[in-house]
C-alpha cells in the first residue's frame, strides 16, 4: 500500500518540501515586504509595472510558495496584479486616493499606525517611537520620502531592510547575528505592524471597490501575520530552551 | 479571470468532490468502490465522486484532481492516516481549496479492514456522507486559526542550522469577536484551556498565544457563546457531522453509536484492524484533535439523539495535548452516574483503554438496541454546544427512558450547575453580570426588580459565587431535573426605592438596608438623605438651597 516514495518524503524531513536555506527564505522574505510596501505608495506609472512585473515572477513560483499557509491570501493577489497590465493607470491612481486619502462618502482608512494605535493616548508619540526605532537600526527616513515614519509602507519597508540584515548574517555563517535580527523582526511585529494591520486591512475590505486595494492588504496581512508566528517559532526553537544551537 | 471557490454554489458546478482510493478494494476484505461512488452521486446532492489509482501515494493525482475539478469542498477516502498531509494542504492551497477543509476519512482502518465487505461498503457510505456534510459545514478560516509547526531536528549539523526545518501547519482556535461575550465577563475559555494560551489583553480582548496553544479544541466546546471556532472541528462542522451519522440517508447500519476518537489515537483502531480484530459495523468513529473537547453534553446528546452508545478513544501518548486525562475521566463518570439514575444502562457511555488491542476489541465488542432506533422519531435539532443543548440532552433522556427520576445527581462534573442564594442579596447584580450564560438576570418593573435564574442556561461554571460582594450565592454542581425542566425563577424579589424629589431610582431597598446596617444609627441624617434622593437630586439639594439632611 505504502511505497518507496512514501518514505522517500518522509525521509526527506517533510512532504512535499525541499530544504530551504534560512538566507534564502530571509531574502524571499526581503521581497515580499518590499513588494507589499511598494503597493501601499502612491501607484506612479513605473511603480505600477515594477509590481505587474513582480507579480508574474512570483506567479511564475506558485507551487513553492503553496507550501505556506499564507498563499491561500496570496493567490487571489496575484489574480488580481496580473490583471493590473490591462487597467488604466489613472483609475488605479483614483483608487488609491479614495481609499487612502480623500473620500466623499466615507472616511478614508488611513494607512498610519498612529490612525489606530493612538485612541486615546499621546498624538505623535508612535512617530516618534518608530524614528528612534529606525535610528537604532542606523537608518533615517529620506528627504526624498513624503510619508511619515508611521505608514504602512515605511513599516514594511524597515522590516524589509531588517530581514536584508538577517539574510547577511546566515549568509556569513554568523549565527548570533542571524538569531539578532530573528528577535528585532519578530518584537517590531509584535509592538506594530501585527497590532494595527488587521483593522485598517479589515476597514479596506469594507470600504474598496476597486478590489485592489482589498486584496494587497488581505495578501500583506496574512503574509505578517504568518511571519510573525514563524519568527516566534523561530526564536523560540533558537532559543535557550529549543536547544537548535549546539 | 480564474475561479474563485469562494463564489461556488450549490447549482453552479459541483459543490463537493469525493475521490477514493483504489487500494480499499483489497484492503481486507475490501469495499466495493463503484458501488460507494455511485451511491454517493445518487443520494447526496451536489457530489462528485471519483476512484483514483492508488490515491494514498500520489498527492500528484490529488492534485491534477483538484485543478480540473469545480468543487468547493473536498473528502478523501484513504486507506490509512498515513498520507502526504503538507503535500495534499499545498496542492489545495495552489487552486484555492482551503486546507483544513478537506476532510480526510480513514476507511482503511474505520471500514475496509474490520467489517465484511457489504457492511464495511455500507459504514463507508453512511462515514462519507458524513464527511460531505461536515466539509460543507466548514466556515472558512483566517490568518488566525493557523499556526506553523517547526520540527527541530535532534541531532545538530552545522547544515541544518542555517537551513529552515521541516514546517508543518496546525490550527489553532479563533475568536468571533461579535460573539464573544469577553465584555461582559465571560472568562469560561480562559478557565478551560489547559495550557494558559487563551488570556485577556491590555486591550480589553481575549487573545491567544499560539505558541502555547496546542489545539486541543477544549475552549470549543467550552464556549457558551460558541464563539470560537477551530478549523476542522468548528461547532457546526461537528454538529453537522453527527446528524448526518445519526439522522442521514436510510442505511442499513444498526444500532448506530458514536466513538469519539483523539486524531493522535487512531492507530488504537488501526491496530485493531491490523491484528484482525472486528467489531460492530454500527460504531461510527467521530475523529477529534482531543477527547479535552468531548463534554457529558456532547456524550448524552448523542444519546438523545438515538445513539445506542458513545464513547470516548483518547490517545496513546504521555503527551497528550489536553493533558488533563482526569477531566474526561470524570466527565464520563458523570454521564454514567446520571444514566444510573435514570434507570438506563450506564454502559451506554465508555471510557476506552487504546494500550491495550484485545481489551479495546472486547470493550468494543457489543452494543445495545437503543431504546429508540437513530432515524426514528429522533429530535432534529443535532446541537452539542449551547447550554440549551445540555438542557435539551438531559430533560430529552429523562424522557426517553420514561424516567420517573426527578431528583439530583451531584457530581463535580455536572455540566449544569444549581444557584443557590442565601439570605442577604442586595440586588447589586454583580452575579447577573459574571455570567456569561445568561443563566442569571435581572427584571425590573415599576416597583421592583427580581433575580431569576434559569437551570436551562446555567453551564455550572460558578463565575457568579465570587464576585458577591455579600458571599450569599452558592453554586451547587448538580443537576436538577425538576430545576432544569422549571426554566426561569425568581431568585430574589427586591423592592426599588425612588427619588422624592424627581421619581428616579435610587437603589434596591435590600441594598438601603445594607447601607443602614453598615452605618449604624450614628449617621442617621446622611443616611435618610441617601435614601431618599438620587444622586443628581441629593447635588441640588446640598448646594441649591434645598432642604438640608435631617
Known sequence: MRTDRTEHRKANGGYGQEALELADLARFRQAAYRLFSTMLLYPEEERLKTVVAVAGELADQAD?????????????????????SGVNTAAIQEECVQIFMVNPDYAPCLPYESAYAEEGSNPGWTAVELEREYAAAGLALAS???????HAAVELEFVSFLCKQEACAWEARQVEKGIDALKRQSAFLEEHLSRWFPVFARRVAEKDSGKIYAAVTKAAQGFITHDRDLLKALVEGFGPEGGALP | MPRTREDTTAGEGLEALVLLCTELEGLGPGLDLEHISGWLKGVVPAVEAQVVPDLCNRPEEIAETFRRSRAARVVLGLCSRDYPQVEVQAHARRVGLEPFGVEVVNLGAYCAQVHQRSEATDKAKLLLEAAVAKARA????????????????????RRALFTLPPLQYEPVPSIRRGDCAFDEGCRVCAKTCPRHALEPSEQGLMVLDKLRCTGCGACV??????????PGVSPQQINAQIAALLNGAPLPIHPRAILFVCARGTQALEGLAQEGFSYPAGWLPVEIPCVGMVTPTWLLQCLNLGAASTAVLPCLRDDCRFGQREVTEGRVAYCREFLDALGAPPDSVRLLDPHDVGELARALGSLPEPEREAGKDRPRDVALFTPQATARALLGLAERFASSFDGSVAHPYSPVGVVQLAPGCTSCEACVHACPSGALSMERDEEGRALTFDAGLCIGCEACAPVCPEKVVRVEKVTDLSRLAQGKHTLHLDSQIRCEACGAPVAPGAMLSRIAGMLGSEDSGTLSFITRYCTSCRGTLMFGGGPPPE
Open chain 1, 64 to 84: 513553492f510558495l503553496a507550501a505556506f499557509s499564507f498563499f491561500i491570501q496570496w493567490r487571489e493577489l496575484l489574480d488580481v496584479l496580473q490583471g493590473l
Open chain 1, 144 to 150: 526624498s520620502l513624503r510619508e511619515a515614519p508611521d
Open chain 2, 138 to 157: 466548514f466556515p472558512g478560516s483566517d490568518p488566525e486559526s493557523v499556526k506553523p509547526v517547526i520540527s527541530w531536528d535532534q541531532t545538530v549539523s
Open chain 2, 221 to 230: 466546546s467550552a464556549c457558551p457563546q460558541t464563539a470560537i471556532d477551530l
